[in-house]
């Protein structure tokens, strides 16, 4: 996600297309590199500074804002190109900004990654201590139908612009049971979100725990781990910190966030309407094919579907409609009840603490999200988004190391048992089949 404040998945290098666009679009498997570009933190004292350092994001494209600071108290996250240096920094100190160097070399951490991975290819059964590329996840689903064909059935939503394959499973013990979708990678960057769901499709087939057992075959399970195919790729062969999808937008912008395109009030709140921005929400509603494709497989389970859950990193919240408006949802007294229940589950094993509430108040406004079209133009009445680890100190959380993958895929299971108990009891379900 874009992480607006201290609170949620982070405002990642948006002006940084800008930079590499005219060369990735002359040779697009050029890895992008980040050497020596300096990570600051910057705090305003006064509602002056807020407004002068805000206005860099859209004076330069040599910053590329992490987190954006929505009011006192909040905190800038800044990448600065080498080049721009002197000028950052003396604007900072002659206006009393406080400001503090963070990291000298933001490209260090992409090269470890990198180098930890390369290392891997040569390795065993698909597992869950290291991030994986999106044919070893597509391989891993189709073993998964091979070998498990009464419960698990391949699916396939469509194709993505570069003509990849949207490929999920559905995961049934039986007819007649109400149905749970989980989206995951919608971002591309936000490697966490596909590890989390498929482990936790993992768990569904093949626990041995009662709670886990009694959750997986009281529901369908709808299970897409990447819902942004061909900008997940690209974050492994070219560019680790893309978020959008691929499409071309002129010569030199790429893709629209496919998270702000869906067609729920879209492009009102929090979006940009620059092809460039890492906000940018398309040239129209369902401009991208990703979200058209999905949205419309999400359609043919009207009536069916009960509940809707994304998963995206960082910041550790869990939120829910609505993202366009600060107006409450119908039944967000429901909403809101369950996500405390849902955190508080989420901190017993390992401690992580969760903040939760409706997008619009508990981090910023934003709307054509996929959660919000579900539940807006759908009536799934249980959605919900979650930003997994880390929370949101981290200024390089899309980077989040390998061994914490199983730990935040159980405790997120820990908390989806309460979250999905909660509202079943709620009768959420009972006209859902």
Avoid at 144 to 166: I, Y
Avoid at 267 to 296: I, K, M, P, W
Wanted: charged letters at 25%; one cysteine or more.
């Amino acid at each position: 996600m874009v992480r607006l404040n201290s609170a949620a998945g982070s405002r990642w290098w948006a002006p940084a297309m800008a930079i590499l666009a005219l060369a990735l679009s002359v040779k697009a498997a050029e890895v992008a590199r980040y050497d020596n570009y300096r990570l600051y933190r910057v705090t305003p004292h006064s509602e002056a500074q807020l407004r002068s350092v805000a206005a860099m994001e859209q004076a330069s494209d040599s910053l590329i804002f992490l987190e954006t600071a929505r009011k006192l108290g909040d905190r800038f996250d800044i990448v600065v190109a080498p080049h721009k240096l002197a000028d950052f920094t003396e604007t900072l100190e002659s206006d009393y900004i406080p400001h503090e160097l963070i990291e000298q070399n933001v490209q260090r951490a992409f090269d470890e990654e990198r180098v930890r991975l390369t290392n891997k290819r040569a390795k065993g059964p698909f597992d869950w201590n290291d991030y994986h590329t999106l044919e070893e996840i597509h391989a891993w689903l189709d073993q998964l139908a091979s070998e498990h064909p009464k419960e698990v059935e391949l699916l396939d939503a469509g194709r993505s612009h570069q003509n990849r394959t949207m490929k999920g499973v559905k995961l049934s013990y039986g007819p007649g049971r109400p149905g749970v979708f989980l989206e995951g990678g919608i971002h591309a960057r936000e490697w966490i979100s596909p590890a989390t769901v498929t482990y936790i499709l993992n768990q569904l087939l093949t626990s041995e725990d009662a709670k886990v057992r009694a959750l997986a075959e009281k529901f369908d399970w709808y299970v897409f781990p990447n819902a942004n195919p061909d900008g997940y790729a690209y974050t492994f062969q070219v560019n680790r910190l893309w978020r959008k999808t691929r499409k071309a937008y002129g010569p030199f912008c790429y893709g629209a966030d496919p998270n702000r395109n869906w067609d729920f009030h879209w492009a009102e709140q929090g979006t940009s309407n620059n092809a460039c921005s890492d906000t940018y929400h398309g040239s129209e509603a369902f401009s991208e094919v990703e979200t058209r494709s999905l949205a419309a497989f999400v359609e043919k389970l009207r009536g069916k579907l009960g509940a809707y859950i994304a998963f995206h990193s960082y910041s550790q919240l869990l939120l829910f409609p609505y993202g366009h408006t600060g107006a409450h949802s119908p039944n967000h007294q429901d909403l809101n009840e369950i996500a405390e229940a849902t955190v508080k589950s989420l901190a017993k094993r390992y401690g992580t603490q969760y903040k939760y509430g409706n997008v619009y108040d508990a981090i910023y406004p934003a709307s054509g999200s996929s959660v919000d079209w579900s539940y807006g133009a759908q009536d799934v009445k249980i959605a919900y988004t979650y930003e997994l680890r880390p929370d949101g100190d981290a200024w390089n959380g899309f980077v989040l190391p390998p061994n914490e993958i199983v730990p935040t895929g159980e405790e997120t299971l820990d908390s989806l048992i309460t979250l999905l108990e909660e509202s079943s009891a709620r009768g959420y379900y009972d006209e859902k089949h």
